[in-house]
């Protein structure tokens, strides 16, 4: 089985992100930047698919500017085999980003793609449901748990209920929820291997998609500043606040 | 009490100021290019500040035990060790050929300042079995290091380093420890105290490195041999499961690093007399080199363990650093001087805690850089094809070691207690975590030679020996880097080292002079008496050169791009403060050395007889 797992190269999730002045967006300039911890939870897993004897490939695939081979390089160093570098600097939205995957996927003969549920820069959750959808195959979102068996995979989600159990067929696409596994660290040796591993560099034109974007940003704003919260002497005060003031309840 | 490891800072010195282009153009280090050293800093940073920076508090709280004779460190650190272990990151700097990484000590100083920042105390075990694969490396027998060299390179195995008696510390020509032949090893009895790691529960095996004397020995520095001593022994299927005589008397109660184990050793006492040695009292150990040449193998892997005690205090001083500019970014007290009705501030809006906050920034960066730039000589010294060019390269390991030891800590020392007034009371309180650091960092201006012995290391054999060869080689390097601060905003600073420079070659004249007697009534007394501030001298101007450089690389950078980028502009106005604020102790360092030797040396101990 070969294994495909799309990662992104996001803000790191220590860093505090700031709206650019114009509005147009966040900056992203001079700011340290890292693979989307989601992204890190789907690489690892397939490296514990391939070294339980069920894969004999992990590929990583990234789309953006020249600087997404780093983030490739993180995920090779991590054990991952080759990296697939689609080079754009065109802003991506995620069916853009889909098509482009199903294309990878299509020419690897991928049988399973794992993806993060969604990444921490603009939170969309769609990428993994849309390219299962445009690739016609089977979904498992938000999985928890992952096996390899004779069928497909036998996958647990998480739902706003509680858990869900699964079987779904091969070829298939997941993505990962938080609870899934924790990341390795890469050991020394493996990132300096990763330096010599091989990464193709494609263009989306050379994959047939056409990225332009379909959704117009107006304008992007700090989420407003909460006002100071003021401490009340009794539980009878609350609820004349809330009553009286609030006039919430 | 969280740990940013400073990755970025690391990056541009190790890049800009440290010249990895030059040392991965030395014969075996095509691989460390700038972007695998970004690739591996990040990683080291994961593991400083998610593995080991968690536990450096429990293990300052926790310390260390000793139970039924085995030393047991605190919780958490036998994972954090295999953690580390596994990850291959004690083997860095060593062969391939035994299971390292081969990459240069460049890299390995960039790498140790992410350790011993995040966790002082855990990394010192790396330290010292980096210090003893490196004796082993140097001067053991091939079979020694096919024996040893691997399971300590991997980590499975870890090394100290046994100089100190009661008896003997700066003075190691006062070693009494016994070694005597018997058949293919040698028989070792004696106390050895504050060993470090010298017994813990992280590894299968010790590997210790024992300075001894032989019984017919010469007196002194001469007499002296080391030993690699074991504590488990090979039993007859070659596995390492018999207890060598070495038992673990006590543990140091200490000011600080409370998670490494400060060991009293006693080799022979008959404890754990193995079958082996039955009727023999002794520890076993196995003589390294030549007899009576242990102190010479000690000197050269020193000159690593030095700088690697230099990062230790200053990357201590670096996570203090830290805790008090998140500290003066929270805490407010106060109104803005400028604006007194105002609402109240943090207390990083008032001036004098910018001052405290740049001066341990300042020195800070200076100091990371001046570490990486000995790394980078060392790398240079060992492996550059051009004889002239390693002769050189060695000239300033051996001027920079001292003043990367001594100046790194005592500098690193004033910071720590910088960072703590920040925190005004609250850094008084242990619960803030800032007073670990005070605490943990004061041993370094101690260990691995004071700093007392570090600055007559520099005047002794650094000066006076060649004459000032070295060290004018090196001030002649440093002028001609200054060339390169080509920008005329830049020209007062270049204008400050070069006087510096000068104030170097005035000193060390007058030392020369004093110590070759010209001068009527002083000898080399006097030139010991200002040892101290000729270090400090130097280092004063050492951190304005690479301050120097660092802003003209960033004004380099400012030009190339829209100049937007903040870490530049914090480059430019570092250096600006350290040249108003620190250059000029160059002056003060100068007068000092010129009026003080006679006070001192002359001096009657009678002065301390009473104390009234
Ligand atoms: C926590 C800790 C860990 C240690 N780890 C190790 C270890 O792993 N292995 C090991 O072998 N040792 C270790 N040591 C020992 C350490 O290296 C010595 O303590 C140190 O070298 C100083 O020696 P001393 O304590 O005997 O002090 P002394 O030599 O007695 O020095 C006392 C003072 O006199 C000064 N002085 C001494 N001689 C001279 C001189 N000739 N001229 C001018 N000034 C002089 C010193 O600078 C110092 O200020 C450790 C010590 C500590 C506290």
Redesign the pocket.
């Known amino acids: 089985m070969k294994i495909l797992v799309p990662v992104k190269r996001v803000i790191d999730a220590n860093i505090r992100v700031r709206v650019k002045p114009d509005q147009t967006g966040v900056e992203t300039a001079n700011v340290k930047m890292a693979m989307n911890p989601f992204c890190e939870i789907a690489v690892e897993q397939a490296l514990r698919l391939k070294e339980a004897g069920h894969a004999e490939e992990v590929i990583i695939v990234s789309a953006g500017p020249e600087k997404c081979q780093e983030t490739i390089r993180t995920g090779l160093a991590m054990g991952a085999d080759r990296g697939v570098h689609i080079n754009t600097e065109t802003t991506l939205e995620p069916l853009a980003i889909a098509k482009m995957i199903k294309a990878v996927a299509e020419k690897e003969s991928a049988d399973l793609v794992i993806l993060g549920k969604q990444a921490i820069d603009d939170d969309n959750n769609q990428t993994g449901q849309m390219l299962a959808a445009i690739m016609q195959r089977p979904l498992g979102s938000y999985i928890s748990k992952i096996e390899k068996n004779h069928d497909g995979f036998a996958i647990t989600r998480e739902i706003d209920a509680g858990l869900e159990k699964l079987q779904i067929t091969s070829p298939a696409v997941v993505t990962t929820d938080l609870r899934l596994n924790e990341p390795r660290y890469a050991s020394l040796p493996n990132i300096m291997k990763a330096k010599k591993k091989p990464i193709d560099i494609v263009t989306p034109e050379q994959l047939g998609v056409d990225i332009s974007n379909r959704i117009e940003v107006l304008q992007v704003t700090e989420p407003p500043t909460r006002d100071a919260g003021v401490m009340v002497s009794s539980a009878a005060e609350l609820v004349d606040k809330l009553k009286n003031e609030a006039k919430v309840i | 009490m969280t740990y940013t490891a400073p990755t970025r800072d690391l990056l541009f010195s190790t890049v800009h100021l440290a010249d990895l282009e030059g040392v991965a153009a030395l014969p075996g280090n095509a691989d460390a290019t700038a972007d695998l050293v970004e690739a591996i800093l990040r990683e080291a940073a994961k593991i400083g500040e998610e593995i080991l920076a968690p536990i450096n508090r429990s293990g300052d709280i926790n310390g260390v035990k000793l139970v039924d004779g085995q030393v047991q460190t605190a919780a958490g650190w036998k994972e954090a060790y295999a953690t580390f272990i596994e990850g291959g990151w004690n083997g860095l700097p060593f062969s391939p050929d035994r299971g390292g990484q081969g990459l240069p000590w460049l890299v390995a100083t960039a790498i140790q300042e992410i350790w011993h920042a995040s966790n002082m105390a855990f990394s010192l075990c790396t330290l010292?079995t980096q210090g003893a694969i490196k004796a082993i490396e140097l001067h053991g027998s091939d079979q020694q290091k096919d024996t040893f060299m691997n399971n300590m390179i991997s980590g499975i195995w870890s090394g100290?380093?046994?100089?100190?008696e009661a008896d003997a510390?700066?003075?190691l020509a006062a070693v009494k420890t016994r070694a005597i032949a018997d058949g293919d090893h040698y028989l070792i009895s004696g106390q050895k105290i504050?060993?470090?790691y010298g017994d813990h529960d992280l590894t299968e095996n010790i590997i210790h490195l024992v300075l001894a004397r032989l019984p017919d020995a010469p007196a002194g520095v001469k007499g002296i041999s080391l030993f690699i001593v074991p504590k488990f022994l090979p039993d007859e299927n070659g596995k390492w499961t018999v207890r060598n005589d070495i038992e673990t008397i006590s543990l140091e109660h200490?000011l600080g690093?409370h998670g490494s184990p400060?060991a009293t050793l006693a080799y022979g006492s008959g404890k754990y007399r193995s079958d082996k040695n039955q009727k023999k009292t002794g520890a076993i150990g196995y003589l390294v080199g030549q007899e009576n040449h242990g102190m010479s193998y000690m000197f050269t892997m020193m000159n690593v363990a030095r700088l690697a005690v230099g990062i230790e205090g200053n990357g201590v001083a670096d996570r203090a650093y830290q805790q008090s500019v998140r500290f003066a970014n929270e805490r407010v007290q106060g109104t803005a001087i400028e604006n007194p009705k105002g609402a109240r501030v943090t207390i990083v809006n008032h001036p004098d805690i910018k001052r405290m906050l740049m001066l341990q920034k300042c020195r800070i960066e200076a100091l990371r850089s001046l570490g990486l730039v000995l790394g980078a000589s060392f790398d240079k010294s060992l492996k550059h094809p051009d004889q002239e060019v390693r002769t050189f390269n060695q000239a300033m390991v051996e001027i920079l070691t001292p003043i990367a030891k001594g100046y790194m800590t005592e500098m690193g020392l004033e910071n720590v207690s910088i960072a703590l007034q920040v925190h005004g009371g609250m850094g008084f309180i242990e619960q803030t975590g800032v007073a670990q650091h005070y605490r943990d960092q004061r041993?370094t201006p101690?260990?691995?030679?004071?700093n007392?012995?570090q600055a007559?290391d520099l005047v002794g054999r650094k000066l006076l020996r060649d004459q000032g060869d070295m060290a004018r080689a090196v001030i002649e390097h440093i002028g001609k880097e200054m060339e390169t601060v080509h920008h005329t905003t830049l020209s007062s600073m270049r204008a400050q080292v070069t006087e510096g420079l000068n104030a170097v070659e005035q000193s060390m004249n007058t030392i020369l002079k004093m110590a070759s007697g010209d001068t009527a009534g002083v000898d080399m007394k006097q030139a010991a008496a200002i040892a101290d501030p000729y270090l400090r001298l130097w280092g004063t101007v050492m951190c304005g050169w690479q301050l120097a450089k660092a802003a003209s690389v960033a004004m380099d950078f400012i030009d190339l791009d829209d100049g937007g980028d903040p870490f530049y502009r914090a480059k430019i106005e570092t250096a600006k403060f350290y040249f108003a604020y620190e250059m000029p102790k160059v002056a003060y360092h100068q007068a000092v050395i010129k009026q003080s030797a006679n006070c001192i040396a002359n001096l009657d101990t009678a002065i301390f007889e009473t104390l009234q």
Do not use: A, V
């Open positions: 010292l100290t380093m046994n100089l100190t510390g700066s003075d504050f060993i470090t200490k690093i400060t041993i101690i260990y691995e030679g004071t007392g012995i007559l």
